[in-house]
C-alpha cells in the first residue's frame, strides 16, 4: 500500500489539474449518485442526460485526443506495417493515467465511470484501433476481477497494474467456441488444495500478459452455465504454452495467439468468486466492457468520416470539389448519421451503467450497431477516395482492415443482437 500510494503521488503530480479536478469531480459525483439510488423513490426514475460533456470529461477528452494526436497518429502505419507490439505506446498511456482508468481508488486506480472510459477509448481508437486494443484489453481482463474479486485478489492484481505498465488478457474465448461461451471445453479439476486447469483459449495480449482471467467448466454434470468458475492464472505459472502471433486481416500491431494450459495448477485463492458462478461473472465485465469497445469502434468510424470528408474538399472532378457531387455528399451524410447514432448508444449505455443501473441491453445494441458503423464508414470511406483508397499508402486502407473485427470480438454482431432481443 506505501509503494501504491507512492505511485499515485507520483502520478496525480503529473497529471494536468484538470485531469486531477476531473478524477476528484467523477469519485465524488459517483458517490453522491449511489446515495441518491438509495432511495426507492428515485430508483427507477429516469434523469435527464447531457449530451454535452462536462468540464471535467472534456478535461480528459482533450488529454486522450492530444495524446493521440501526438504519439499514436505519427505512429500508427509503421506498428501497422511491421505488426510489432507497441510497447512505448503503452508505457506511455500508463504515465499519463489512460491505462487501466476504471481500477477502483482503493486499489491506485482512477477509478473513472464508464462514461469517462468511453470517451477516452473512442479518442484512442480514432488514432489506433490496434493500439486501443493493446491498451483496453487491460480493462477486459480487469473486469471480472471488479465485479468479483476479493479485496485481497484486487490488491494482488490490480494493484500492480497501477504500479507499473503490465498487460493482462481475458481467457474465455476458445477456437471451437467463438462467442458460444456456454460451448467452451477448457476443464479444471480440483486436487487438494489447487485447482489443475487444461484447455485452450483465444487471447488478446496473451503474449506479454502478466496474469490470466480464465473460464473453465468444473461442474460438467450441471448446465454449462453453472458449471463454470473464474481463475486468476499468473503468465509464468507452469504449463503455459504460447502459440504464435496470429496475423491478422487489422489491428495488427494487437497481440492475439494461443494459449493452452496444459496441467496449470491454480490455488484455491486464486478463485474469482464462488465456483460455479464464472459464467455470471463473465456476462456482468461483458457489460462494462462492451460500451468501450463500441466507443472504440465510433472512434474509427468517425476517423473515416473525417479522413473521407477532407478528400472530399480536395478531390476534384469535372471542375469542382468530389463533396459537391451529390453521389459523393449522401455517403457523407450517411457516414455521419451513424456516428451520431452510435456514439448516443455508447453514450446510453455508459450513463446507464454509472447510473446503478442494469446496461445489458444497452451495452449489446451499442456494440452490434457501433460495429456495423465501423465497418460501413470504412467501406464508404474507401468509395469516396476510389482508386486511392484501395492504396496502402492511404489512411482509408488500414481502417477499412481495421473496423471488421468489431463486428466479431467481444460477441459478434449476431450474437450481440440476440442478446439485445
Known sequence: MVIQAAYRRTLNAARPAFLRRAYASVTSGRKLLAGRLQSSALAHVETAVSFAPSDEQRGIQDLATQFTKDVIVPQAAEYDRSMAYPWPIIKEAHSLGLLNTHIPEAYGGPELGLMECAIISESLAYGCSGMQTAIEANGLAEAPLIVAASHEQKLKYLGRMTEEPLVAAYGVTEPAAGSDVAGIKTKAEKKGDKWILNGSKMCTNAGHANWFFVLAITDPTVAPTKGMTGFIVDGDSVGIELGKKEINMGQRCSDTRMVTFQDVEVPEENVLGKPGEGFKVAMKAFDITRPLVSAAAVGLAQRALEEAT?????????????????????????????????????????????????????????KAFAGQTAVQNANLGVQVFGGAGFNTEMPMEKLYRDAKIYELYEGTNISSTAQAQ
Open 310 to 366: 477532407k478528400y472530399a474538399q480536395e478531390r476534384k472532378t469535372m471542375g469542382q470539389a468530389i463533396i459537391n457531387h451529390q453521389g459523393v455528399a449522401f455517403m457523407l451524410a450517411d457516414m455521419s448519421i451513424g456516428v451520431e447514432a452510435a456514439r448516443a448508444l455508447v453514450w446510453k449505455a455508459a450513463w446507464a451503467k454509472d447510473a446503478g443501473q442494469r446496461n445489458t441491453f444497452y451495452a449489446s445494441m451499442a
